[in-house]
């Protein structure tokens, strides 16, 4: 028998991470632990979504469930993006059907101060439900999470989930200072929240800037990819590999790539053979539309089938959808994906 760790480094998520050869491509679904599942709504039941990622137990059960269920070739760990700031006192709440509402959003300068750094004291119930993780996962790899400075930062300064990103980007063009304090705290936050995970036994993290598609390549550049960068950095020096990853990003997969990271997340609208190049030699992760599987099973498999063909010009490629999984999605049909990719020949 093999020992955990080397059935673990050997694993086909790790090994396309890592542009390593595969004898298969590897697949694991953003929320793939949530809403669609039957399981998931009944442990839910009567706990709300914050209380749920600071118990260990239903933390571990949670992120196991699609394991289980699909028998995907990693889990991701069950939190959220905004949970490191709640640990570090900050007055939120993640509202059914709505997402994370801040009560006092951030503007100024003062209120970048009053936000703490986080230390592993704010998060023993991560350490906790990671280590049980682990020794449940065996050879299935787990994905650590954070949000990046950017998205995180639009919760804060709008209060709540926003469209067009208004008063953030007003704050970005508007109040450098304020900008570069905040983001540079928000850095700090989610790199430490990362080195959390990763101490605990995650072997892979993947840094979450879903909404940094509403910035042009400049703005990013300038204002974003820095801050970014400086969180990848630091996963990086814990030596696992780092997944980026944003929503309508076509314009800026290249700096994502050059903010330091192991492999592009690319969502659906960008066809895998036009992100290819862009991302340069990195592995990419993606990227079949998510409403793809509530179309009859050959058509999804049809365009699962072009993605794979298409992955394999890139150093390394990862199976996902191009963005998380939508909550009344038939688990059915994510199974057959999973059996289909898995059993897909390579040739
Ligand atoms: O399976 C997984 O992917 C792991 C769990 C996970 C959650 N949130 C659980 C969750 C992850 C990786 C996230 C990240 C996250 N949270 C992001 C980045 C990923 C993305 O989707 O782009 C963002 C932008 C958030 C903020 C957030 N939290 C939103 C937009 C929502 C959904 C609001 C809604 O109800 O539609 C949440 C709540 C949330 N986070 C839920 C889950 C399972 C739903 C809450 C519930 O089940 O009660």
Redesign the pocket.
Known sequence: MTAPNAELSASPFLRAARGEPVDRVPVW???????SLPE?LKV?EGIG?LE?CMDPELVVEI?LQ?VRRYGVDAA???????LPLKAVGVDLD???????VVASPVRTLADVKAIPDLTPEHVPFITEAVQGLVGELGGTPLIG?A?APF?VAS?LVEGG?SKEHALTKALMFGAPDVWDALMRKIASISAAYLEVQVAAGASAV?L?D??AGALTPADYEAHVMPHSARVLAAAGALGVPRIH?G?GTANLLGLMGEAGADVVGVDWRTPLDRAIPLVGDRSVQGNLDPTLVFAPPAVMTERAAQIIDAGRAARGHIFNLG???I?STDPDQLKRLTEFVQSYELG
Do not use: C, N
């Not at 679904?29 to 809403?35: I, K, T």
């Open positions: 679904y953003m929320r793939q632990a949530g809403r998931y839910r979504m749920s992120t699609p991701i760990f069950f939190s959220d993006i905004v993640i509202k059914p059907g709505v997402g994370p999470f949000g998205t919760y989930p993947q979450f879903s909404w990853f929503v963005h998380g999984v909550p």
